[in-house]
């Protein structure tokens, strides 16, 4: 059993090593006409009938190789990784910052890369924003809320009504106790607390990360979906230890912090 399971993993890598080098042939072959030339009828029956390429290998293939092509950072790792690794970052990427992103397209699997993409077009280049909530509230509510909120701004008062709100203390035993669990998973309905996603939450995290300190806080520990989990352990983001509406993307890890070296073992116990 174990000897046709190597064998089946060593030809798969093979057959993608070989997917890459034709996909990187394409754009060339499409731009002299190769396959006219050859007697195809266009470059999808060319592709589909020499090297068993479906059309969006094709598609993809043209437009992620044509991309990089004035890049040659990321054009190293699409060499070395394939097409679909760079795929999330070839409408961000300039040539300027062609180097920035090959370094995280080498480092993190293709999901997790499309997560920071998304991140990074919020934090980095939409101009800060505030947005209008319409509520309907009982008058006497309302009174209630203003006299609460005093001389603050609506912003400032409301995160502070979201930190006060009653929490179990911490503890130390070995696993995150359930009242805690719970408390954690309530603060955001079960939904991952990065601002903006909407995604199942499926791990807690540590933001303090454990090793570090083995108290479970629940002010400090957060329900996260996977992806937005593996951004954190990548180091990217910042303010971690103060409330998720405060978070921010980093365009690079903060080596000076203690948690980098603890994520960078996390790192490599996980698989890429
Ligand atoms: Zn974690
Ligand atoms: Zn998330």
Redesign the pocket.
Known sequence: MEKLHEKFVKYGANARHWLRQCALLLPEIARQEIWRAKGFSNIYEYAAKLAGMSKAQVDTALWVVRAVEDKPELKKVVEEKGINCVKPIVAIATKETASFWAEKATEMNQHDLE?YVREYKTDFLRAEKTETIEMSLDPKIADQLRKMKGALDWNTFMKELLDNQQKPEPAQTKQVPTRIKKHVIAKTNG????PG???P?EELHHANRQALDPTHNPTHIHA??????HLAHHSLIANEQRQPCEWRLLAQPDKTQPKYRIDRLVQKYRSP
């Open positions: 997560t939904i991952c607390s990065y996603c909407h995604k939450a996260l979906c996977k992806s937005h989990h």
